[in-house]
Nanobody, 116 residues
Framework: QVQLVESGGGSVQPGGSLRLSCAAS????????MSWYRRAPGKERELVAR????????NYADSVKGRFTISRANAQNTVYLQMNSLNVEDTAMYYC?????????WGQGTQVTVSS
């Protein structure tokens, strides 16, 4: 079965960095696009970044452009989200998502907290 397991969240001060990882299993990872979403308290879930199956194309929410970088290692079945220049508005639960044969799959999430 498809499984997505996020890791790398934590608490950081404004201006700091974190690198999230999402380990995938149960499907042919290199055939599918991957995305990172987040949900902040009291807010709607939003798409943060997306990467194509090959990694040759990415797109980002305007709020994270220039600060976050999504990448993938198909040999390791892992997608990453490098987050730099974090600010308090980035505080949220971050989720990894993919869609395989028309079905959405989500990880359990990893919490990112930015505070001074």
């Amino acid at each position: 079965q498809v499984q997505l397991v996020e890791s790398g969240g934590g608490s950081v001060q404004p201006g700091g960095s974190l690198r999230l990882s999402c380990a995938a299993s149960g499907f042919t990872f290199s055939n599918y696009a991957m995305s990172w979403y987040r949900r902040a308290p009291g807010k709607e879930r939003e798409l943060v970044a997306r990467i194509t199956y090959s990694g040759d194309s990415t797109n980002y929410a305007d709020s994270v452009k220039g600060r976050f970088t999504i990448s993938r290692a198909n040999a390791q079945n892992t997608v990453y989200l490098q987050m730099n220049s974090l600010n308090v508005e980035d505080t949220a639960m971050y989720y990894c998502r993919t869609q395989v044969l028309g079905t959405d799959y989500w990880g359990q999430g990893t919490q990112v907290t930015v505070s001074s």
